[in-house]
T-cell receptor
């Protein structure tokens, strides 16, 4: 069964520090997708990134970067030069396989990491 | 586009009462799903649907029913509310398969006393 582990429950940093949020996943499928979502204090869920299992290239988007390593089943998220507005709960999620290929397409979330960026 | 809408935003129920949480999307998405969010538990999938007339169970389906008669709507029914169902409920939709980015509604905060 698919599983996502975010071992860091809470992280607190000072503004401008770099911070990495860890995500480790488990799956038996060779086709799967990994996601990161952000939930700011206002409560809505915001999509950040999707990465499929066949693309191990790291991705950078402004101050955000993602490191996908199949060898360690990890999909870590780094915020460079953190800002107070980055304070939120961040969720890593995994979706397995295509339905027509026996997959479930169910999205399973980790328990989230609460990031607090202090001024 | 309004995106994914959910009503009501807040609800208080007494144990044993039933109610329906409404979810609608105007993006013509085939895939819709319901999650509940509890402190320290992340989001857990309750039920999902890959198209009109097709639904399936997620991780925590007990005590909830769903139906999908149209592409736009995916209501979640609580049959007999229990305090353990106190939670924040999110509806989501995505284009095509569940493997795509999901668009989430604003959530419904439900309290069962």
């Amino acid at each position: 069964a698919q599983k996502v582990t975010q071992a860091q429950t809470e992280i607190s940093v000072v503004e401008k520090e770099d911070v990495t949020l860890d995500c480790v996943y488990e799956t038996r499928d060779t086709t799967y997708y990994l996601f990161w979502y952000k939930q700011p204090p206002s409560g809505e869920l915001v999509f950040l990134i999707r990465r499929n299992s066949f693309d191990e290239q790291n991705e950078i988007s402004g101050r955000y970067s993602w490191n996908f390593q199949k060898s360690t089943s990890s999909f870590n998220f780094t915020i460079t030069a953190s800002q107070v507005v980055d304070s939120a709960v961040y969720f890593c999620a995994l979706s397995e396989g295509f339905l027509n290929q026996g997959g479930s397409e169910k999205l399973v979330f980790g328990k989230g990491t609460k990031l607090t960026v202090n001024p | 586009n309004a995106g994914v809408t959910q009503t009501p935003k807040f609800q208080v129920l007494k144990t044993g009462q039933s109610m329906t949480l409404q979810c609608a999307q105007d993006m013509n998405h085939e895939y819709m799903s319901w999650y509940r969010q509890d402190p320290g538990m992340g989001l857990r999938l309750i039920h999902y649907s890959v198209g009109a007339g097709i639904t399936d169970q997620g991780e925590v389906p007990n005590g909830y029913n769903v139906s999908r008669s149209t592409t736009e709507d995916f209501p979640l029914r609580l049959l007999s509310a229990a305090p353990s169902q106190t939670s924040v409920y999110f509806c989501a939709s995505s284009y095509g398969q569940g493997l795509n980015e999901q668009y989430f509604g604003p959530g419904t905060r439900l309290t069962v006393t």
